[in-house]
């Protein structure tokens, strides 16, 4: 029996977030902003199989932009100890991203990083969270646990759209990692862990309106990306 007044139904606010767990504190309070960053004309045509290449060449390249700002910090921060257990070289996604850059744009491949303006405004945020250990954090969140939960969806249907085989799209593919699944819950583990030891109230609100931010800048990009879809549309079918 848990009945109201009782002394068992008195959390306290801390308890709270620690039963509940921060990742799922994160999750719910950035389920709306993941949402919209869903919803893009863009992943919706670039997915069903009907654009260019170069639709998927432009995405990566502008993916590229951003992990060759985010890697290094993490790896600038892989001894700190809010950093640590989430730098595994099993992640490491911009070999990956370069190779499918290559295998599409051949030897010229790096002429095609160009940034988008959305692409300079993420790729600022990130530098500008250099310092923050946290913020590394959570856009490591952001990106990584993203590849590795929709990314393996979007993998998929890229492939099947394209008629490409899903291992030669690296970008989403993670050889080092077994299982998927089971990697995010021992992920989902260490954001509980770190932000029980290391983080107060107030960095935790800070980490949660990061990743809402973190999730409007690639709604930007997917904005900016969309705009672009005319020059990708393929000849009726
Ligand atoms: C076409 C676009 C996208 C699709 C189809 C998609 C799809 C999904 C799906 C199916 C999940 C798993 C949800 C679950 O476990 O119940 C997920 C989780 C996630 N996605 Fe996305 N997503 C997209 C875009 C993004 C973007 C742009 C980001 C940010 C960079 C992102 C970051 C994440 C994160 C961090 C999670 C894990 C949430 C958590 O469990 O804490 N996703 N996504």
């Known amino acids: 029996m848990t009945g109201a007044g009782t002394e068992q139904s008195q959390v306290r606010p801390e308890q709270q977030d620690g039963e509940r767990g921060f990742a799922a504190r994160l999750r719910e309070q950035t389920a709306d902003a993941h949402a919209s960053a869903e919803r893009s004309p863009f992943m919706a045509e670039l997915l069903d199989g009907s654009l260019d290449v170069a639709a998927l060449t432009t995405l990566l390249a502008q993916?590229?932009?951003?992990?060759?700002?985010?890697?290094?910090?993490?790896?600038?921060?892989?001894d700190h100890p809010e950093v640590a257990?989430?730098?595994?070289?099993?992640?490491?996604?911009?070999?990956?991203?370069?190779?499918?850059?290559h295998e599409h744009l051949g030897d010229g491949w790096r002429e095609a990083l160009v940034p988008l303006p959305a692409t300079t405004r993420y790729a600022d945020r990130l530098a500008a969270v250099a310092g923050w250990p946290a913020g590394v954090v959570v856009h490591h969140y952001l990106r990584y646990l993203g590849d590795l939960s929709g990314g393996q969806v979007v993998r998929r249907l890229l492939a099947r759209g394209h008629g490409w085989e899903e291992d030669r799209l690296r970008s989403w593919t993670f050889e080092a990692v077994?299982?998927?699944?089971r990697y995010r819950d021992g992920y989902r583990a260490h954001l509980d862990a770190v932000a029980r030891e290391h983080w107060d109230a107030a960095e935790r609100d800070r980490v949660v309106e990061e990743a809402r931010r973190g999730y409007r800048l690639n709604e930007e990009l997917f904005a900016d990306l969309s705009e672009l879809l005319p020059r990708w549309r393929s000849a009726p079918r």
């Open 63 to 78: 993916v590229h932009q951003l992990y060759a700002v985010l890697e290094p910090e993490v790896d600038a921060l892989r």
């Open 178 to 181: 077994a299982s998927p699944k």
């Open 85 to 101: 257990p989430f730098a595994d070289d099993a992640l490491r996604r911009l070999p990956a991203v370069a190779a499918d850059l």
